[in-house]
């Protein structure tokens, strides 16, 4: 996976708990991107990262926010999980910010109970 | 809202058979579309770019685009049963490369 994991692979937490997904690449790539991907939904943008705490939204950014301290860490918290954030969350990077440079990272598995 | 449509399957070929895979998009003004694979459980592989109007071959997959009917399609020839997985169509919409919107994917099954 291009030098890119996500931690943790998997999560189990309750409504209204908060929960921080972490993606770490080895790439030194400037560009970090946060999707879901839901049935019957493509993959969905929510937040990406330009550079080091240069952060914007994607389509679906509200509930989530994102922090990039480091060029190598991106991460993704859920201020209060709600049951609709279930879901698998991939993180992915891209040397010049364009999808034909853009890599994955394994995905996480989250259930909101 | 910026949609692009692809048919969910599964679309059934048999082995050594060619597999066409359809997307069509919204936005008159996209400049860029791509194919991905995605094998259960994996995340997402980018098999095929393209950018403008025609084919574009990579080994077995071809890549067709038509702006003017808003079609991009994907064709597999001599379907091996590894080439079973979600193909997820995305398309790069004016506005930057950060507006992108995927589809849901078609699910391919080759059948041995």
């Known amino acids: 996976d291009a030098g890119i994991t996500q931690s943790p692979r998997h999560k189990v937490t309750e409504t209204g708990t908060p929960v921080t997904l972490r993606c770490h690449q080895t790439?030194?790539?400037?560009?970090m991107y946060w999707y879901r991907q839901d049935p019957g939904h493509g993959l969905r943008l929510i937040h990406y990262s330009y550079g080091v705490k240069d952060t914007d939204k994607g389509e679906v950014s509200d509930g989530y926010s994102v922090s990039r301290s480091k060029t190598e860490d991106f991460l993704l918290t859920l201020e209060s999980a709600t049951s609709s954030q279930t879901s698998v969350y991939f993180c992915?990077?891209?040397?010049?910010?364009?999808?034909?440079?853009?890599?994955f990272g394994p995905g996480t598995r989250l259930t909101v109970l | 809202q910026k949609e692009v449509e692809q048919n969910s399957g599964p679309l059934s070929v048999p082995e050594g058979a060619i597999a066409s895979l359809n997307c069509t998009y919204s936005?008159?003004?996209?400049?860029?579309f791509f194919w991905y694979r995605q094998y259960s459980g994996k995340s997402p592989e980018l098999i095929m770019s393209i950018y403008s109007n025609g084919d574009k071959e990579d080994g077995r997959f071809t890549a067709q685009l038509n702006k003017a009917s808003q079609y991009v399609s994907l064709l597999i020839r001599d379907s091996q049963p590894s080439d079973s997985a979600t193909y997820l169509c995305?398309?790069?919409?004016?506005?930057?490369?950060?507006?992108?919107?995927f589809g849901i994917g078609t699910k391919l099954q080759v059948i041995p």
């Open positions: 790439e030194n790539h400037r560009y």
């Open positions: 936005d008159r003004g996209s400049q860029s």
């Open positions: 995305a398309v790069n919409y004016s506005g930057g490369y950060q507006k992108v919107t």
């Open positions: 992915a990077i891209s040397e010049y910010g364009r999808l034909d440079t853009q890599y």
